[in-house]
């Protein structure tokens, strides 16, 4: 978006963007300064959710989400119908029946009633009132019009919704409720009404939802405690019946004792064997085999003999053989062997071997009473251990059976503790649940702020931004190029010039060139011509182009002028101009001068011309010829290659592009072309194969925008 181009069209609608929010502001003022003045009340209800002073659990948490959903679902139910009918109800019945301190005049419906029909009317409406009817449209169709009798109050549920306003603030105990009219005492009975008979409705069916729920829970309950009843009843029945009072415990002591007489019998087994194998030894010494004992103690007696012998002998050489150092050592040897060995036969005899046979009859006796009663002891312990493992076989069977009573006992009792705590929790939600109380009462207050000025500011404001809207959608929907840049944006080439738009008639350049008189149009067309011309010059004698073709997407577009004042702004250089252009009237002058004595058609066939001062006109046939009928190509490049040798510059006017055969023949011959551009046209899809064609030309310098209107951009 061309922000400088929005804003210069802005400048253009500036009064009338200025003028209409005036008139707006000065038409509201005087349409809001007699509205009637406002009255609000406001009434509060304390729900307790989040007082903390009012919960019988202090410690109880707040799930925040639950409360905001509460809030939610108490506002709502505020603004149900059956509330809106029930306040419709009441304002209806308050004018029929205290006329004298109406909140509001008699509508026509209600004038047309005499007395005995408004008192029926009121007793119809006290009826709807006592059943909380709802209203509808199908009560029109009484003898009264009950729906549209209340609508024609302004009582109707749309209307009473439209003033009413109702909220809470986040982390607020209160839930407002607002009313405004142009009654302050209407205001204030709304909003108590409304407040008295919610909380009124809003007991009554809380406390009938949650007494349905209780004797829902305490039939369920009961069935529940049959239930259970059954179970353990039954469970029970099978203990009687099976002897067993607790098969875990029973289960579990016999095990216990079985564990016990298991470990009495092995503790016999090891008695009775170890005195078998006592008794076994003693009856072996009885027998006399005394080799037993004395074998070793013979041997070891005759050993030590021996060792004496061998010292006796040793001692008998040592002192022979004049006490020598090895028979010392031999006597060393042997005495030590002889101690050793007879300390040890002192060791192995502590106990005597000839141990008197009567301690041995003794032990014998005593050993076979111990035998003998750990073998009757065996007796009864096998006994006692086949009582008690045919015990504990005899639970086995019932074991899988009590299992299956006492799940189902287990399953009932939870199946009831689960229905009494929900009972014992609605009991306990009827008794601390949420109880709505009125905190403050709606009050007569004073008018409310007017808000003339507020419809005031908001008529201009709004006012502005429209005018300013169709300004911007008159700037979107536009597609006329006005500036150089748009004309590049649009064509994606260059713009090599622009001229302005002469506001006079004059279309004669040596008379624009030559005025003195200071004209803003004229100056500012001389310097963009120059520009434009110094453009031009410098890409054609980068490679000495001579021949300079101009054109435009259409007709009247400024061509011939532009033309006309470029041949003119080249002589002012000195240099000599040749123009093939359409016939203009024009004065002859004394030099610089624009010339129309010659026709190029003429020029073609004789190959003769006249120049006169810097510059000379060739007219072009009038009859839109096709250029290469008078002429073949040949004869064509002939002439043209006359024309640069005898002339600086030539320029042609060539037929816009919208005559394609005439203008494609000219652009065979020109070494350079420009194209002109109307300010203000736009382009459609012809012209943009127009354009592409043009661009694709090897010699084409770029646009000139023509007839810029300055007052527009001013």
């Known amino acids: 978006m061309d922000i400088k181009s929005f804003l210069k069209l802005v400048n253009r609608y500036k009064w ?47 799930d925040f ?54 008192q029926e009317l009121a007793k119809i409406y006290r009826q709807r009132l006592i059943n909380k009817s709802i209203l509808t449209l199908e009560d029109n169709k009484g003898k009264y019009k009950l729906y549209d009798l209340i ?36 205001s204030a009975f709304v909003v108590n009404t409304l407040t008295t008979e919610f909380i009124s409705n809003y007991t009554e069916d809380v406390s009938k939802n949650q007494n349905t729920s209780i004797a829902l829970l305490d039939s369920l309950l009961k069935k529940k405690e049959q239930v259970m009843n059954e179970k353990n009843a039954a469970l029970s029945g099978f203990k009687r019946n099976r002897g067993v009072l607790n098969l875990s415990e029973q289960s579990s002591s016999v095990n216990v004792q079985i564990a016990q007489a298991e470990a009495m019998r092995a503790n016999a087994i090891r008695t009775i064997q170890s005195n078998v194998g006592a008794i076994s030894i003693i009856e072996s010494k009885l027998r006399g085999n005394d080799s037993y004992v004395a074998a070793p103690n013979r041997a070891e007696n005759r050993t030590i003999v021996d060792l004496q012998n061998q010292l006796k002998s040793a001692t008998n050489d040592f002192v022979d053989n004049g006490f020598k150092l090895g028979d010392q050592k031999r006597i060393d040897s042997l005495t030590r062997l002889i101690n050793a060995r007879g300390q040890k036969n002192s060791d192995d005899n502590i106990y005597n071997p000839q141990t008197s046979r009567q301690t041995l009859v003794a032990q014998k006796m005593t050993l076979e009473i111990e035998l003998q009663r750990a073998k009757s002891s065996m ?31 287990d399953l009932a009792l939870k199946d009831y503790t689960q229905a009494l705590d929900r009972y014992n929790t609605s009991k306990t939600d009827q008794t601390i649940g949420l109880k709505l109380q009125i905190d403050q009462i709606g ?5 409310l702020p007017s808000k003339a000025p507020l419809f005031v500011a908001a008529s201009g404001f709004l006012s502005f931004f429209l005018c300013l809207s169709v300004v911007g959608v008159m700037f979107l929907m536009d597609r006329s190029i006005l500036t150089s840049r748009q004309l590049e944006l649009a064509t994606k080439s260059n713009v090599i010039g622009s001229l302005n738009k002469l506001y006079d008639k004059e279309r004669i350049a040596r008379n624009i060139w030559n005025d003195k008189s200071d004209k803003p149009d004229y100056e500012m067309y001389k310097e963009h011509l120059r520009s434009t011309r110094f453009e031009i010059l410098k890409a054609m ?137 109307e300010s203000g046209k736009s382009l459609n899809d012809t012209d943009h194969l127009l354009v592409d064609y043009i661009q694709k030309l090897p010699g084409f310098l770029g646009w000139i925008m023509n007839k810029i209107d300055l007052r527009k951009d001013v």
């Open 443 to 447: 009050t007569i207050g004073n008018p």
């Open 151 to 186: 609508q024609s109050m302004g009582y109707g549920e749309k209307s009473l919704k439209d003033k009413l306003y109702i909220g809470h603030a986040d982390m607020s105990d209160y839930i407002s409720i607002e009313f405004i009219s142009e009654n302050p005492k209407l």
């Open 541 to 677: 004698e980068a490679d000495e182009s001579k021949i300079l073709g101009v054109t435009s997407l259409a007709a009247n577009e400024g061509k011939t002028f532009t033309c006309y004042s470029l041949a003119y702004a080249f002589a002012m250089t000195g240099r000599k101009i040749l123009l093939i252009a359409d016939e203009q009237p024009l004065e002859k002058a004394d030099s610089t001068e624009l010339v129309t004595a010659q026709n190029f058609q003429t020029f073609l066939q004789k190959k003769e011309f006249h120049t006169d001062d810097l510059i000379t006109v060739m007219n072009k046939s009038a009859e839109r010829n096709s250029l290469l009928e008078a002429q073949n190509i040949k004869s064509l490049r002939t002439g043209f290659d006359l024309l640069r040798k005898e002339f600086d510059i030539v320029i042609i006017d060539i037929n816009s592009l919208h005559d394609v055969n005439i203008s494609k023949e000219w652009l065979l011959f020109t070494e350079k072309n420009i194209a002109v551009f």
């Open 16 to 62: 009338i963007i200025i003028i209409v929010p005036i008139i707006a502001v000065v038409l509201t003022y005087f349409l809001v300064k007699k509205l009637p003045k406002q009255y609000s009340s406001e009434s509060r209800i304390s729900t307790g959710l989040l007082d903390p002073s009012k919960k019988v659990i202090s410690e109880q948490t707040v």
């Open 379 to 409: 007796s009864s312990i096998n006994n006692e251990l086949a009582a008690l493992r045919a015990q504990y076989n005899s639970m086995v069977p019932y074991d899988a059976e009590i299992q299956n009573y006492e799940r189902d006992a």
């Open 65 to 118: 989400f639950q409360v905001s959903q509460q809030f939610n679902s108490i506002m709502e139910k505020l603004q149900m119908k059956k509330m809106m009918d029930i306040l419709s109800y009441h304002l209806i019945l308050h004018e029929l029946e205290q006329p004298r301190v109406g909140f509001r005049q008699y509508s026509e419906k209600i004038k047309e009633l005499n007395k005995t029909q408004k």
